[in-house]
């Protein structure tokens, strides 16, 4: 019994290990990515663009967006709001864990050949929860209006984009956002869907 229970816990310890060369791996490439970009001699011209963008993720337009949709008076668009409370419900704690669990440093402390064109708003990097913001509203706002989808999808991928340019996370910092806000949308639409 002790063989097994010292056996399992060698695999996980094993498990472990390799999935932190995995995530050593990816930040190598992601900081070479990131060191190519944020040196182009465009790249600060591109951040004042990006610098624009990013704060459509910053929170206020979607209190905006929501308090707009509920004034509407219509009934599939408060059902929306719903979603998108339960959504940040679920995203915001997940995103937290996550960031304090992984602590993966921001691009520009770890790395001496980049810098960062803003202050970020902690030293964690992963996931982006802009990105997540924005994917999770962009998923919940197609549900209701699939007309949309072409727009808010667009903004969420600039969103996650202008992250990037600015220096303040990772290409898979973005991924891991666009993942957790997704899935905490279709939660979010398969709890509402449930009878009462």
Same mark, same amino acid.
């Given at each position: ?8 816990t060698?695999?996980?310890?094993e ?14 490439y ?6 190519w +970009? $944020?040196?182009?001699?465009s790249?600060s011209?591109? !951040? *004042? ?5 990013s704060? /459509? #993720? ?8 929501a +308090? $707009? ?6 009934s599939? !668009? *408060? ?6 409370? /339960? #959504? ?8 937290? +864990?996550l ?48 007309a949309?989808?072409?727009l808010?999808?667009?903004v969420?991928l600039a ?27 279709l ?10």
């Amino acid at each position: 019994m002790m063989a097994l229970h010292g056996g399992a816990t060698m695999a996980a310890m094993e498990k472990r290990i390799t999935d932190l060369h995995t995530f050593e791996k990816l930040t190598g490439y992601d900081t070479r990515f990131m060191v190519w +970009l $944020l040196n182009r001699p465009s790249a600060s011209q591109t !951040a *004042r663009i990006a610098r624009q963008v990013s704060r /459509l #993720g910053d929170g206020p337009l979607y209190a905006v967006l929501a +308090l $707009l949709l509920w004034l509407s008076g219509d009934s599939g !668009a *408060r059902h929306l709001v719903l979603a998108m409370v /339960l #959504g940040f419900l679920m995203e915001l704690p997940l995103y937290l +864990l996550l960031k304090r669990t992984i602590q993966r440093p921001r691009p520009a402390d770890a790395q001496a050949a980049l810098n960062a064109f803003i202050k970020p708003s902690d030293r964690f990097s992963f996931p982006s929860g802009h990105t997540a913001a924005a994917f999770m509203v962009a998923v919940l706002v197609s549900a209701w209006y699939p007309a949309m989808a072409p727009l808010v999808f667009s903004v969420a991928l600039a969103i996650g984009a202008s992250r990037v340019l600015l220096g303040v996370h990772y290409p898979s910092d973005i991924g891991a956002g666009a993942v957790l806000g997704s899935s905490c949308a279709l939660l979010a639409l398969m709890l509402q869907s449930l009878p009462a």
